[in-house]
């Protein structure tokens, strides 16, 4: 599917008018505080239930209101909608007009992906970005995913808290072998989608990174040593979990690091190589996604300019193309565009202005 429309109410500085999306790709242009972002934010939003800036959704709402709104309709004629009330912390969900009680109803239909100055934690930062863009696509990809990460998190929960209320230990064990066989099935379904998302990954180094695609790897640990048994790593490790009152090993401690030459890739790669990389993992993520067919994930990337030289916006250009996905781009200038901004196939191409969104015809 495809955004079609977006109706915004409230949301950050944008005017709220109707904004009418091209199929595959969107330029949206205009200067630094202009909304370039916010409309990626309300589009992220709709996908995610949250922000991809900030984890206080009071800031997403326009000041001096309470309320915020944004709704889409898809290339299906359908019709997807939430609003958030920061005062009451209240969310309402509505797909084709009916009430929904989750956001994985809209996340189902609507799979968005973001490239902004932001995702370079998951090089930099903890594992925390790399665990959720990497189950990003799992949710996705894995149609059991959802239930098999439920029922894992339920068992978690409870043994937690039967570590930090120090239940007896027979009830304590019962829960950690149930652990041990959530963890399993977990890290299992992780493995195979990481098998296949390196396999995709290597094309889009391949388009990306030509002159280095062959020298980068991704490594995956499940969160546990790979040659032992989980239940034994956790019988060893008793005391340090009881002090420390939380489960320490298990699928939910997994990590994937990014290698080059064999050694993390971290100040290996130039920035403009780390925003190629970064490119290459997301539409890897997108492609796998796209590949199952239940949604096609729109694109977003936030400043598209920073960080990459004319041939290098070419590249990004050229992999745009290969992506069978709707794409929408930021940048301050039109001038950067120039690279990306394809001459025998359609496009839209948009201006910003104080939150104001406006179609321009070349
Ligand atoms: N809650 C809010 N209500 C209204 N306006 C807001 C709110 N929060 C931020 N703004 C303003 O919204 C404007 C748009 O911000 P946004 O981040 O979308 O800009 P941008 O076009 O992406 O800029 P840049 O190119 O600098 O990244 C800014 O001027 C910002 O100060």
Redesign the pocket.
Known sequence: MSVVSLITQNF??LSGKKIVFHPDLNFIV?????????LLEALFYLGHGKSFRTTKTE?????NHEQFVANITDSQDRRMGISRNVLTSQTEIKVDGERQSRLSDLAKNIAVQIVTPESFKLFFGGPKERRRFIDLGLFHVKHDFAKQWRDFSKVLKQRNAGIRSLMEPGLRRYWTELFCQHSMVVAQSRQEYINEFIEELNVWLGLLLPSIAEEITLQYSRGWNKKRELLDVLSENEDKELKYGSSLYGAHKFDVKFLLHKHPIDFQLSRGQQKLFLLALTFAQAKLIEKVKRVKPILLID?IGAELDTASRALVSDAIKELNCQVIL?A?DKLVLAPLVPSNESYQMFH?EH?EISAMSE
């Open positions: 950050r500085n205009g200067d630094n505080g202009s909304g370039k972002s916010s800031s997403l709402v326009s000041f400043d930021t301050i910003v939150g």
